[in-house]
């Protein structure tokens, strides 16, 4: 009688810790980043928390190194799987330089997912693209087009400012960028440099870009600190209305650059959303929920994997001078 008691009352008290404010996390999951202290990844990051509030018992460990280095990311990684955390979702420096560690982490049941710039297949069970890669590089020259137009030029010289030349994502883009480009005959491809996401290294390879090229009309960066830092660059050389910066930016980073016009338009899908979808897939994987072809993304819905195992998030979205304000309170 009284072990049966004492038996209700513990569970009683497990039921009460379940539901309790201080609650342990069941699931740990490392979400790791390029670098820290971008903006974009300080956003997925909102994301990811909110996914690990509404699942409930999940911790999201936000990392990264302090810049954009594959053996940065190799110290992290290390470091989270010697805390035995559940899943890794990186978004990687580097296609192939992680792979042994990732290969590591999986070995110990560890779930891993790459997730914004991708990992090679052998290092990771699932990519999650934030849109189809085909259709950022698209955008991106479009976008330039646009630019021209606005300044009026007929046609012009364009430069790509991008990350760091391993980045996955990055040159993914710039070679869908560069299957298109032949249909823009008015775009006049002159250089492609790269400014490694540091704030610094991309203002000076902008300024640069500036020097180098005196017909250059558009620099296009598929990099939230390389827009940022080329916008920051055109301004402060007094260039505005003569050559126009475009590519991946945030709202909340561009939306004075809009109101100078040293960016005309730019695009960018939602990186809190981003964040959101992969800490769900990777509590997914942990749960064992889902397919090779299907996976959830709680409210994004499915995500619906090709034969390479990569996913694609939803569309970017094209901010102006019309809406930026708008979604510069949100991220
Ligand atoms: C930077 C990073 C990231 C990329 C965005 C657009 O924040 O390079 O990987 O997706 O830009």
């Given amino acids: 009688m009284m072990f049966k008691k004492l038996l209700a009352t513990t569970a009683i008290a497990v039921a009460m810790m379940s539901t309790g404010v201080v609650q342990a996390a069941d699931i740990k999951i490392g979400l790791v980043v390029k670098a820290l202290g971008i903006g974009f990844?300080?956003?997925a990051n909102e994301g990811a928390q909110e996914a690990a509030k509404e699942l409930g018992g999940v911790q999201?460990?936000?990392?990264?190194?302090?810049?954009?280095?594959?053996?940065?990311?190799?110290?992290?990684?290390?470091?989270?799987?010697?805390?035995?955390?559940?899943?890794?979702?990186?978004?990687?420096?580097?296609?192939?330089?992680l792979v042994p560690i990732l290969a590591k982490a999986q070995k110990r049941g560890i779930k891993v997912i790459s997730w914004d710039s991708g990992v090679a297949k052998k290092g990771r069970q699932m990519h999650l693209n934030p849109s189809s890669n085909a259709l950022i590089g698209e955008m991106n020259i479009k976008l330039?087009?646009?630019?021209?137009?606005?300044?009026?030029?007929?046609?012009?010289?364009?430069?790509?400012?991008?990350?760091?030349p391993t980045s996955t994502n990055q040159n993914i883009w710039i070679e869908e960028m560069k299957k298109v480009l032949p249909k823009y005959s008015n775009l006049n491809l002159v250089a492609?440099?790269?400014?490694?996401?540091?704030?610094?290294?991309?203002?000076?390879?902008?300024?640069?870009?500036?020097?180098?090229?005196p017909n250059l009309k558009a620099i296009?960066?598929?990099?939230?600190?390389?827009?940022?830092?080329?916008?920051?660059?055109?301004?402060?050389?007094?260039?505005?209305?003569?050559?126009?910066?475009?590519?991946?930016?945030?709202?909340?980073?561009?939306a004075g650059h809009?109101?100078?016009g040293a960016v005309h338009s730019f695009a960018i899908w939602n990186?809190?959303?981003?964040?959101?979808?992969?800490?769900?897939?990777?509590?997914?994987?942990?749960?064992?929920?889902?397919?090779?072809?299907?996976?959830?993304?709680?409210?994004?819905?499915?995500?619906?994997?090709?034969?390479?195992?990569?996913?694609?998030?939803?569309?970017?979205?094209?901010y102006d001078a019309s809406n930026v304000h708008k979604f510069a309170d949100i991220f």
């Fill in 41 to 43: 990844f300080e956003a």
């Fill in 60 to 97: 999201v460990i936000y990392t990264g190194p302090t810049s954009t280095t594959a053996e940065g990311q190799i110290e992290v990684i290390s470091a989270l799987i010697a805390q035995k955390v559940d899943a890794i979702a990186v978004s990687a420096n580097d296609t192939d330089a």
């Fill in 144 to 164: 330039a087009a646009d630019a021209l137009k606005a300044g009026n030029f007929a046609s012009g010289d364009v430069a790509i400012l991008s990350a760091t």
């Fill in 192 to 213: 492609t440099v790269y400014g490694d996401d540091l704030a610094d290294k991309s203002y000076r390879e902008a300024q640069a870009l500036l020097k180098t090229y």
């Fill in 220 to 254: 296009i960066a598929p990099t939230t600190v390389g827009i940022l830092a080329a916008a920051q660059a055109v301004k402060d050389a007094g260039k505005i209305g003569k050559v126009y910066v475009t590519g991946l930016g945030l709202p909340s980073e561009l």
């Fill in 258 to 260: 809009v109101d100078s």
């Fill in 271 to 318: 990186p809190i959303d981003l964040g959101y979808a992969a800490t769900m897939i990777a509590y997914n994987l942990v749960k064992g929920n889902g397919s090779d072809t299907k996976i959830g993304m709680g409210r994004l819905g499915d995500a619906n994997l090709d034969e390479n195992g990569e996913a694609a998030m939803s569309e970017p979205f094209i």
